[in-house]
């Protein structure tokens, strides 16, 4: 009978302590991925690149889990309180700080860290970023998203126009809405095309995130918008002035229009009423 010595059986046991949790570890759960899609990939990509924030592949390699869930919940204290490391991530952000993710708490952190961890294993992660073509944009693209933005032309999806809440500084006449922010220069905030192009895939904001949940923007769509704040941003525009003084002028003066039409309308209607009322009493 063959004796296995001790000592070649003892590397394999100690393999099989550390390897064996990582092959028994839970995949995400569904809410925790759909949770990262909404919050997270407009921003951010896990192996694909940075966008607005940083490329998430190889963050639990570069800080600890505890700084993580730390910065998570509250990222502009953690910046502030932090050293070298955080003023970095701050100035390769052009000093925008990442806004509070709602509902982010240590227990969801910690759910969000195991799926960056396993995402980064696999050869290609679900959340490498919209691959935007990278193919020279023409004036049909930047027509066809001017069109998109005005609500010339209708979204696949449902979804509503661009201008019904913003602006931007070539569309002239009274602007578009002001509920959000202007974009004449959004294409230069976000860096081009790749950031731009997966914000408009899955808008994060709050206002817009409930609108484009169930009707997202389509890949040749979010080129066409592309296009058209890229036109916008090289055209050297300034951000549009606001046409709220203008347009309250506009609506006083029609206004007053109306009166002076209603009263030349009822004048006579009135005086012949009253005519008769008079006559009346006279004859009494």
């Given at each position: 009978?063959?004796l296995?010595?001790?000592s070649?059986?003892?590397p394999?046991?100690?393999a099989s302590?550390?390897?064996?949790?990582?092959?028994a570890?839970?995949?995400?759960s569904?809410?925790?991925?759909?949770?990262?899609?909404?919050?997270?990939a407009s921003c951010?990509?896990?192996?694909g690149?940075?966008?607005t924030g940083?490329?998430?592949?190889?963050?639990?390699?570069?800080?600890?889990?505890d700084?993580i869930t730390?910065?998570l919940?509250?990222?502009?204290?953690?910046i502030?309180a932090?050293?070298e490391?955080?003023q970095?991530?701050?100035?390769?952000?052009r000093g925008?700080?990442m806004?509070?993710?709602p509902?982010m708490?240590a227990?969801l952190a910690?759910?969000?860290?195991?799926?960056?961890?396993?995402?980064e294993q696999?050869?290609k992660s679900?959340?490498?970023?919209?691959?935007?073509s990278?193919?020279?944009?023409?004036?049909?693209?930047v027509?066809?998203?001017?069109?998109l933005?005005l609500g010339?032309?209708?979204f696949?999806?449902?979804?509503?126009?661009?201008?019904?809440c913003?602006?931007?500084?070539s569309?002239?006449?009274f602007?578009?809405g002001?509920?959000?922010?202007?974009?004449t220069a959004?294409?230069s905030?976000?860096?081009g095309?790749t950031?731009l192009?997966?914000?408009l895939s899955s808008?994060p904001?709050?206002?817009m995130k409930?609108?484009f949940?169930?009707h997202p923007?389509e890949s040749d769509?979010v080129?066409?918008?592309?296009?058209?704040?890229?036109?916008?941003?090289?055209?050297?525009?300034?951000?549009?002035e606001?046409?709220?003084?203008?347009f309250?002028?506009?609506?006083?003066g029609l206004?007053a229009?109306?009166?002076?039409?209603f009263?030349?309308?009822w004048r006579n209607r009135?005086?012949?009423v009253r005519r008769?009322?008079?006559q009346e009493?006279r004859?009494?």
């Amino acid at each position: 009978m063959r004796l296995i010595h001790l000592s070649s059986v003892f590397p394999l046991l100690l393999a099989s302590v550390f390897v064996a949790p990582v092959f028994a570890q839970d995949p995400p759960s569904e809410e925790t991925i759909n949770f990262f899609a909404r919050n997270c990939a407009s921003c951010h990509t896990i192996g694909g690149g940075r966008l607005t924030g940083p490329d998430l592949a190889g963050l639990t390699e570069r800080r600890d889990s505890d700084w993580i869930t730390q910065f998570l919940i509250d990222p502009k204290g953690t910046i502030d309180a932090g050293g070298e490391y955080e003023q970095r991530i701050l100035a390769e952000s052009r000093g925008v700080y990442m806004p509070p993710v709602p509902g982010m708490n240590a227990a969801l952190a910690g759910k969000l860290i195991a799926l960056i961890e396993q995402e980064e294993q696999k050869e290609k992660s679900q959340f490498a970023g919209v691959q935007v073509s990278d193919r020279p944009l023409t004036a049909a693209d930047v027509k066809k998203g001017r069109e998109l933005f005005l609500g010339a032309l209708d979204f696949e999806s449902g979804a509503p126009a661009c201008v019904s809440c913003h602006t931007s500084a070539s569309i002239g006449g009274f602007g578009g809405g002001n509920l959000g922010p202007d974009l004449t220069a959004v294409y230069s905030r976000l860096e081009g095309r790749t950031a731009l192009g997966a914000w408009l895939s899955s808008p994060p904001s709050e206002t817009m995130k409930p609108l484009f949940a169930d009707h997202p923007i389509e890949s040749d769509e979010v080129l066409a918008l592309v296009a058209f704040f890229g036109d916008e941003a090289a055209s050297g525009l300034e951000q549009s002035e606001s046409q709220s003084l203008p347009f309250l002028l506009m609506g006083l003066g029609l206004a007053a229009t109306l009166l002076v039409i209603f009263d030349l309308v009822w004048r006579n209607r009135f005086r012949g009423v009253r005519r008769s009322l008079i006559q009346e009493a006279r004859n009494a």
